[in-house]
Each structure stands twice: as C-alpha cells, then as structure tokens.
C-alpha cells in the first residue's frame, strides 16, 4: 500500500461517455500528478497540482480536464475521448515543488476507449 | 529540456546471475536520479535515489546504483537476481531547479528472470 489510491482500477469507455477518475493520498503531501502510461513510451507528465494550484499543463488536449479540490483529492474528467487516449493513467503525490523528495505512486486506472 | 535513455528493453536472466541496467540522461545541470520498479500489477515504488553525497546508492533488496557524472549514467546493479525481481525498471531524473514536477522517465526495462 503506497498510500496514494486511486479509482477505478480499470475502466472502458465509449468515444462518447464522461467519465472521472479519482485520485487519493493519505501522506499530507501537497503536490499531486496525473501520468499516462503508454506501451513502449515513457511515463507522460500530463498535470502538475501544487498547494491545489495547477502549475504544469504538459500540452495535454482538453478532453482531459483536472480537478484538484483539495491537497488529498484529485480529478482527472474524460470526455470525447479517443482510442490512442488508451493507456494506464498514474496519480502521484509528494512534498512540495523544490524539495528533494521521491514521487509515490498509485496502482494506476487501467483506461481502454472503444 | 532532460531526456532519459535505457537502452535495454527487455533482459532475461537466470537466478544468481549478476544484473546491469544502462541508464543515461541528458541534462547539464545539478540532477536528482531515481530508479523506480513497477512488479506485475502493481504499483510504481521507488528502489532508491541519488541527490547528493556518495555517488554509490544503496536501495532496497540489495541494489545499488552508481551516479556518473563524466558519463552521464546512473546503472542500476544488482550482484545476484532473484526470481521475485521479474519486474520491470524505470529511470527517472528530476532536478533541484525543477523539482519532482517535471520528472522525467525512460521508457523503462523489462526484467524477466527465469528459475
């Protein structure tokens, strides 16, 4: 148990539907971070959260909406989105921007678009 | 802006076998270098961490990675596999100036170790 969670596990999709994956973390960190994972690619910074503030829109398309109400929760909205957007989608937190600390990891939401 | 190289995609090894994987960056400034370790279905989790000091990293389940600077490496070793470290292996490189934020990955290495 890492201490960051994060729901569903796995989720399909249609093209069409919305959708909301939920990130979790119990360790009184105040950044938080959506990756994507693909097969073959390296992990994929998307969002960057710190204080509930977003400070990093790696050029993600807005079919991906973040939300981060408070420095525990955090959000990523699908919507319209495509079959490449398939992947493993990975919610970390850790202490805030500029201290040398590692990153914890969630188990990650298992996304296929059909 | 960073970039992270392994060159080894996939590595099969018995067990007891002595286990090398190639990490190198490319970034001029003062960097902080991780190897993290994804076992199957799991989660990410960090097998140790460079930032300062003693450029040997100790990490757990007897790793160890040794920090480069010349060559730009951060190699992750281990003496003797074991079977439980079928997994696979990612680098990663952040940095005092740009924090854990901007972490940058490599594509990461699949380790199969076979009994």
């Known amino acids: 148990e890492t201490g960051v969670t994060q729901t569903p596990r796995h989720l399909v999709m249609g093209m069409t539907n919305k959708k909301s994956l939920k990130c979790e973390q119990h360790?009184?960190?105040?950044?938080m971070y959506w990756y994507k994972q693909s097969a073959k690619k390296p992990l994929e910074l998307m969002f960057v959260?710190?204080?509930?503030?977003?400070?990093e829109n790696n050029s993600v398309p807005s079919r991906f909406s973040p939300e981060c109400p408070n420095s525990s929760h955090l959000f990523l909205h699908l919507h319209t989105l495509q079959p490449e957007d398939s992947a493993l989608y990975l919610c970390?937190?850790?202490?805030?921007?500029?201290?040398?600390?590692?990153?914890?990891f969630g188990q990650g939401t298992r996304l296929t678009v059909v | 802006a960073q970039s992270v190289s392994q060159h080894n995609h996939h590595v099969i090894l018995s067990e007891a076998a002595s286990l090398e994987l190639g990490c190198n960056y490319s970034?001029?400034?003062?960097?902080?270098l991780f190897w993290y370790v994804q076992y199957p279905g799991q989660h990410l989790q960090l097998l140790l961490k460079?930032?300062?000091?003693?450029?040997l990293v100790k990490g757990i389940k007897g790793f160890e990675a040794e920090f480069i600077k010349s060559k730009f490496s951060f190699n992750l070793r281990k003496p003797s596999v074991q079977w439980s470290d079928t997994a696979e292996y990612f680098c990663?490189?952040?940095?005092?100036?740009?924090?854990?934020?901007?972490?940058?990955f490599g594509t990461g290495t699949r380790l199969t170790i076979i009994p």
């Open positions: 970390a937190s850790s202490q805030r921007q500029g201290v040398n600390t590692e990153a914890f």
């Open positions: 360790l009184g960190h105040n950044a």
């Open positions: 959260y710190n204080f509930k503030e977003q400070t």
């Open positions: 970034y001029g400034g003062t960097v902080n």
């Open positions: 460079y930032f300062s000091g003693d450029p």
């Open positions: 990663a490189v952040g940095g005092p100036n740009f924090g854990n934020e901007k972490l940058t």
